[in-house]
């Protein structure tokens, strides 16, 4: 029942940055772990990065840890994540998602069937 709704996509060359944010319409948003999820031509849905409900709690994939940074405003019913030093590979449709289960386990985030509500996503671009 809840809406995701992703921003901030778009072009941009190697080694530069994008920041996408998530915002849920959901009421008890603070109560959701969330993930982000990118899905590249030929490929299957691959997990990103996912943050517990209070933001104390990160996590990624290894081919993304220390360029991706996942955060979270609850104030603001919204996710974040700050892609830097991208690469061509980063190329993909990017999606959000929440999970109303709230718990931050690093094995159940990285899992897609263990999230509740997906996004439409949002395409990122990067070129050479």
């Known amino acids: 029942q809840v809406k995701l709704v992703e921003s901030g996509g778009g072009l941009v060359q190697s080694g530069g940055s994008l920041r996408l944010s998530c915002t849920a319409s959901?009421?008890?948003?603070?109560?959701?772990?969330m993930g982000w999820f990118r899905q590249g031509s030929g490929k299957e849905r691959e997990f990103v990065a996912a943050i517990g409900p209070s933001g104390g709690s990160t996590f990624y994939s290894d081919s993304v840890k220390d360029r991706f940074t996942i955060s979270r405003d609850n104030t603001k019913n919204t996710v974040f994540l700050q892609m830097d030093t991208l690469k061509p590979g980063d190329s993909a449709f990017y999606i959000c998602?929440?999970?109303?289960?709230?718990?931050?386990?690093?094995?159940?985030?990285?899992?897609?069937?263990?999230?509740?509500?997906w996004g439409q996503g949002i395409q990122v671009a990067v070129s050479c």
């Open positions: 998602a929440g999970a109303e289960h709230g718990h931050a386990n690093s094995i159940w985030l990285k899992r897609p069937n263990m999230y509740d509500q």
């Open positions: 959901a009421r008890t948003f603070s109560t959701h772990s």
